[in-house]
């Protein structure tokens, strides 16, 4: 994966197109997840509920759960507004401890 510098991480923070497609982006893959996320004017997310995917997805070891990996420390190193909704969807709604000590470490730079 490439490594950002601290222009890169900069851009991301302050360039509206850039962080809506981030966004875009995160809302998609957490689609394919299971999640059927409502978000308000306000853009805070109101509904998070995993559907039977999510739980498929979250509960069986799957190379997704490394694609979350590197979802939340992304999020997290440009500073992103869905960063703690990601975390706190895929952690409440997975029952593998390493996957969760994984994204834990990963939330928690």
Not at 22 to 33: C, K, N, R
Not at 54 to 83: G, S, V, Y
Request: glycine share 2%; charged share 25%; proline share 2%.
């Amino acid at each position: 994966a490439p490594i950002l510098t601290d222009e890169d991480i900069q851009l991301f923070k302050t360039n509206q197109l850039l962080c809506n497609r981030v966004s875009d982006a995160v809302m998609e893959f957490m689609w394919f997840l299971g999640f059927n996320w409502e978000i308000d004017y306000d853009y805070k997310i109101v509904d998070a509920e995993p559907t039977l995917i999510a739980e498929m997805q979250l509960n069986f070891f799957n190379h997704n759960h490394l694609r979350i990996t590197r979802m939340i420390k992304f999020l997290k190193l440009i500073d992103h507004w869905l960063t703690d909704a990601v975390f706190e969807s895929v952690y409440k709604n997975c029952s593998l401890e390493q996957s969760k000590q994984y994204w834990k470490e990963a939330y928690n730079g």
